[in-house]
């Protein structure tokens, strides 16, 4: 037989979730009030409590209250201990997505789930505690604290392994890809996606992590220059985080897409992308900031590409990913346009390269220098004279390479005799 629904409870609630935009401290009182109430062993009790506890969260997140929210959480506990464990497991993660739509409670956010996992292991709700330590290993990514990140992804790479969770394992070993990857280390990188790949393949991925595989894929692909493999990397997770509703996603999977391009050099690919429906999806001030970077690219112009970089700093700024990626293209572009202008010189001041770049003598002078040492050109910077001597690259002479060969042949005829020499005098 169904529960009987207790009508002036549910109109309370409904009342409270109207109140809750426009007069807070009223809805806020009656969410406290249903919450001080035992919810026994009723189903429509538990129902209306967890409603009541979803909606306060919600309140607190709308009004960004971020301390209430985790005093919210932890005074909770108590009253979920005595869920359902699968409930108190979505309840508790509920309550934890709330806090992504305030802005910087990283910390917050760390000192929660800490306490949260402390909870679970005292109560010990293993599942739950495994899910809250790969959700602390994000928020220790979000911080950049990546060595807490991997000391914690060890030890739950050893525990799911051995209790063979594949998608929780997946997950994981997807995390590691990207912590090492931050850290600059792509072969470990490289190593942990193949693994989380291998792990995938034998069980069902959910759409968001397959989408997750895929960006992360598109990155290290990147980081080899292979943008042609990374643009369909991109590709499919666009596609999988527009299939989720993950709209920032879905928008930064673009923004590497037309980063791929740009990069190629593909310029009309790029004004293909720009009038793309995805582009009507995804506009902004991210995609004019891509826009802007990709005409100065075109044009070879380094003040345009500067000013894009200073126009749009924030949106070009905050991806590590894309910052990393533009300092390459600006690096390559400042190259193009030395070479460029030193070409017809044997001799040049280095003031006057400057002013032909429009850059700081210093700046250049630096460029020059390194240049020079990875061999892209033969010359040396006379720094007393401020001045560029360039020379014209020597061609490899075969007769040397020759040399040698016949010297390497009579080496091994002398050691023959040697040899021969020796067994006749034993």
């Known amino acids: 037989m169904a529960e009987p629904v207790d009508v002036e409870e549910l109109s309370r609630l409904e009342r409270a979730k109207k109140l809750s935009k426009n007069d807070a401290p009223a809805a806020e009182a009656i969410f406290k009030e249903i919450l001080s109430r035992d919810p026994g062993s009723s189903e429509a009790a538990l129902r209306d409590y967890e409603a009541a506890l ?38 508790v993660r ?11 409670t990283t910390d917050t956010q760390i000192s929660v789930t800490r306490s949260c996992i402390e909870w679970a292991v005292s109560e010990r709700r293993g599942f739950l505690r495994q899910n809250l330590e790969t959700r602390l290993v994000g928020l220790y990514m979000d911080k950049q604290a990546y060595y807490d990140a991997l000391n914690l992804i060890n030890g739950l790479l050893k525990e799911l392994k051995r209790l ?50 895929d960006m992360q894929s598109g990155k290290l692909h990147a980081e080899d220059r292979d943008f042609n493999t990374a643009f369909s990397y991109f590709i499919e997770a666009l596609e999988g985080y527009q299939g989720q509703d993950e709209g920032g996603l879905a928008a930064s999977a673009f923004q590497y897409m037309l980063l791929c391009k740009i990069m190629l050099n593909a310029v009309d690919d790029v004004n293909s992308l720009m009038t793309s429906k995805n582009a009507l999806k995804h506009g902004g001030k991210p995609l004019e900031a891509m826009k802007a970077v990709a005409r100065a690219h075109s044009d070879r112009s380094l003040e345009a590409y500067e000013r894009a970089l200073s126009d749009y700093r924030h949106e070009l700024g905050s991806d590590a990913f894309i910052r990393h990626h533009l ?63 360039v020379y014209d690259e020597a061609e490899r002479d075969a007769g040397y390479d020759a040399a040698l060969q016949t010297i390497e042949k009579l080496g091994t005829v002398v050691d023959v005799l040697y040899t021969n020499q020796a067994s006749l005098l034993e």
């Open 164 to 213: 063979d969770d594949k998608v929780v394992l997946v997950e994981v070993q997807l995390l590691e890809s990207r912590t090492y990857h931050a850290l600059g280390n792509f072969a470990k990188a490289r190593a942990a996606l193949t693994s989380a790949r291998t792990s995938a393949a034998s069980v069902y991925c959910p759409p968001r992590l397959q989408a997750g595989l």
């Open 54 to 91: 979803i909606g306060l969260g919600s309140l607190y997140r709308d009004h960004k209250r971020p301390d209430d929210l985790a005093e919210l959480v932890r005074t909770s506990r108590s009253v979920l201990s005595s869920f359902a464990k699968a409930k108190t497991a979505k309840l």
């Open 327 to 389: 300092r390459r293209l600006y690096d390559a572009m400042l190259e193009q346009n030395l070479l460029k202008v030193i070409e017809p010189f044997s001799r040049v001041e280095i003031a006057h390269i400057a002013r032909m770049v429009g850059l700081d003598t210093a700046q250049v002078e630096r460029k020059l220098s390194q240049m020079i040492l990875d061999k892209v050109f033969v010359g040396v910077l006379d720094q007393g004279a401020g001045c560029l001597l």
């Open 94 to 104: 509920q309550l934890l997505d709330l806090f992504s739509a305030v802005p910087n």
